[in-house]
C-alpha cells in the first residue's frame, strides 16, 4: 500500500516537477517557485537538484543561464533557432557573417522598390537559385535572357514565312 502511494505521489508532482524545472530554467528565486506551486523552497531544490544531477550539473546550469539570457534580451529559444537556420543558410550562399543584416535588408529594399510582397520573396529567391544552378549561373542569366529574345525572334521570323508559303501553297491549289 505504502509503495502504490508514493508511485501516485510521483505521477501526481510530475506535472509540478516540470514546472518548477522550467520556471527554475528562466531563472525565477526558488523561494517564488515555491509559493506559486504550493510546495516548500526545499522541495525546489530537491527537485533542481534531482534534474540537474540526472542532466548533468554542468548542462543543466548552462541551460539555465542561457534561458536567462534569452528572457534578458526578449527572445525565444524558438526565435534563437530560426535565427540560427537563417544565419547558416546566408553563410552558405556566401553571405559574410557581418553582412547578414544588410544583405537582408537590401534584398527586401529593392523587392518592396519592384512591388514585390515580402511573402514572396523566399519563393522567388527559390526558383532563381534552382533556375541558376539547373540552367545558367546567374552571374550569366542576362546574356542567357538575350540569347533567347534572339532566338524567340528568330523562330516568330521563321513561323511568319512558313505561314505565308503556307498561304501561298493554299492559293496554288486552288487555282
Known amino acids: 500500500m505504502h509503495i502504490a502511494i508514493e508511485i501516485m505521489s510521483a505521477k501526481l508532482l510530475d506535472p509540478i516537477r516540470s514546472l518548477v524545472i522550467q520556471q527554475w530554467l528562466q ?8 509559493s506559486e506551486n504550493g510546495i516548500s523552497s526545499g522541495a525546489v531544490t530537491n527537485i533542481v537538484n534531482e534534474w540537474r544531477h540526472n542532466l548533468g550539473f554542468a548542462l543543466a546550469d548552462e541551460l539555465r543561464q ?8 526578449g527572445i525565444t529559444a524558438f526565435q ?14 556566401g ?8 544583405f537582408i535588408t537590401d534584398v527586401y ?9 515580402a511573402e514572396n520573396i ?3 529567391l527559390q526558383d532563381l537559385i534552382e533556375f ?5 549561373p546567374v552571374s550569366k542569366m542576362l ?10 525572334s528568330k523562330l516568330e521570323e521563321e513561323i511568319r514565312k512558313l505561314k505565308a508559303q503556307v498561304e501561298l501553297l493554299q492559293k496554288e491549289k486552288r487555282v
Open 27 to 34: 531563472g525565477r528565486p526558488r523561494n517564488d517557485i515555491a
Open 66 to 73: 542561457l534561458a536567462i539570457a534569452f528572457r534578458k534580451v
Open 80 to 93: 534563437c533557432a530560426l535565427g540560427f537556420r537563417i544565419g547558416t543558410v546566408m553563410l552558405k550562399i
Open 95 to 102: 553571405v559574410k557573417e557581418d553582412g547578414v543584416e544588410s
Open 109 to 117: 529594399n529593392r523587392c518592396k522598390d519592384i512591388g514585390l510582397p
Open 122 to 124: 523566399s519563393f522567388l
Open 132 to 136: 541558376s544552378t539547373d540552367v545558367i
Open 143 to 152: 546574356d542567357y535572357i538575350k540569347e533567347r529574345i534572339d532566338e524567340k
